[in-house]
């Protein structure tokens, strides 16, 4: 069960939040004053959807009491000299998009840099680059289609990679093209290709270092009030880029994947939405054919709107996961997240999310024994103050906690975040 947080533990940890950032400050109250200063142009200057280009400059702090996310009785002073869990990161980030149309062509470009720096365990101070670039091009009304590439880089938690001792960057790349032809009435065909690409700095296996391009096909209903139904055929043939092929322990190079998928969108009443998908998915590898696996995942969210001021959204998954070890090929983790959120009044909002993750690990190759399953849940609270057009804070609090059938795996951490973003 999650520990209960009291009003208690609220001020002790804000309180852990204002002291461990302290080797910050300096640059916390220089960040500040360009928010002061940029305050005064916010009468004249402020982001607006309308426009085509927008600025975003933004900091955040945050405090984490099991960075390495350790078991308890457990520091890190074997591996570094210091018995600290607890670390205070402060992240400065740019941003910038730009949003044009032209005729029936839609253009969008959004680009980030941010840099991460750690309080104690400097080591893992690092800059990361992302961005995302779509084209939804039209030839016609009736034939159109979109060109999208998306990179995001982050460091890999500790909640899985456990070489606490190495910083270990992860960049996923997504490109897709397709095209959607309008036959008649609600009725579409579509088309497209896809890329997708994981690496990481070390070689981390468990983590889905993977190459998978393929193709897809499908049909789509779309009704008159927006909502559909659609069945879509992806092929795709992928790599782990960082393995090699070694026969005692069945280390993977190639595999083939085939998902069958049903997607859908339904406006039950005025207030409410259910949209989801379903994919019965079967992937083949190349040379073992005990690492392979298929299975149905799959995706369902429930949206509710009782008033224009509060909603709640449900969500519940299945996801299907590689994961190459001696008593282990793949995953399936199942989660189920509940997220109310309150507009206070048109400044302020109020957000909170429980999250409960069961994660299996299947497909024992019969090189070892031994089974392994995680039971996570997460609690988050959040608040965000919108002064101005221009100016957005945010707070939260978020406690996690992991319990799994290797005691050495179990873990609690509590984690507190200040946030400012200046936008124009």
Request: aromatic residues 10%; hydrophobic residues 35%; charged residues 20%.
């Amino acid at each position: 069960m999650l520990r209960q947080l009291h009003f208690s533990d609220v001020l002790r940890d804000t309180e852990l939040l204002t002291s461990s950032t302290a080797q910050n400050l300096a640059a916390s109250r220089l960040f500040l004053l360009v928010v002061v200063a940029l305050l005064n142009l916010a009468g004249v200057a402020h982001a607006d959807g309308a426009d085509t280009l927008n600025l975003r400059l933004s900091r955040t702090l945050i405090t984490d009491n099991n960075l390495f996310r350790l078991p308890a009785g457990i520091d890190p002073s074997d591996q570094f000299g210091n018995s600290r869990r607890s670390d205070s990161i402060a992240i400065d980030s740019i941003g910038l998009s730009l949003d044009k149309s032209y005729s029936l062509q839609q253009f969008h470009a959004d680009a980030s840099f941010a840099n991460y720096r750690f309080g104690t365990y400097r080591f893992l101070n690092h800059s990361t680059r992302s961005g995302t670039m779509r084209w939804n091009w039209a030839l016609t009304p009736r034939l159109t289609g979109k060109i999208s590439s998306k990179r995001q880089q982050s460091l890999n938690s500790f909640v899985d990679y456990t070489n606490i001792g190495a910083r270990n960057l992860k960049t996923a790349t997504n490109n897709s093209a397709d095209l959607d032809y309008w036959i008649s009435g609600g009725w579409h065909v579509t088309a497209g290709g896809f890329r997708d690409l994981a690496t990481n700095d070390i070689v981390f296996l468990q983590g889905g270092d993977r190459d998978f391009r393929g193709d897809q096909f499908g049909l789509r209903y779309v009704a008159a009030d927006g909502d559909y139904i659609a069945y879509q055929n992806r092929h795709g043939r992928g790599k782990y880029p960082n393995a090699t092929l070694v026969v005692d322990t069945l280390s993977e190079t190639d595999f083939r994947q085939v998902d069958h998928e049903l997607l859908w969108r339904w406006s039950i009443t005025r207030r409410s939405q259910l949209q989801g998908r379903v994919t019965q998915l079967d992937r083949r590898n190349s040379h073992f054919s005990a690492r392979d696996f298929h299975g149905t995942a799959g995706k369902c969210d429930y949206l509710w709107s009782p008033t224009g001021k509060t909603r709640l959204l449900v969500s519940a998954a299945r996801d299907y996961g590689t994961y190459q070890a001696a008593n282990i090929s793949y995953t399936v983790t199942d989660s189920l997240s509940v997220a109310p959120s309150w507009q206070v009044s048109k400044k302020i909002q109020v957000k909170f999310k429980l999250d409960r993750i069961v994660k299996d690990y299947l497909g024992n190759p019969g090189l070892a024994t031994g089974s392994r399953m995680d039971r996570q849940r997460s609690a988050q609270l959040g608040f965000e103050w919108a002064p101005t057009r221009a100016l957005l804070f945010g707070a939260s609090m978020q406690h996690d906690q992991r319990r799994s059938t290797s005691a050495s795996l179990d873990f609690e951490d509590t984690t507190a975040m200040l946030a400012a973003q200046f936008a124009f």
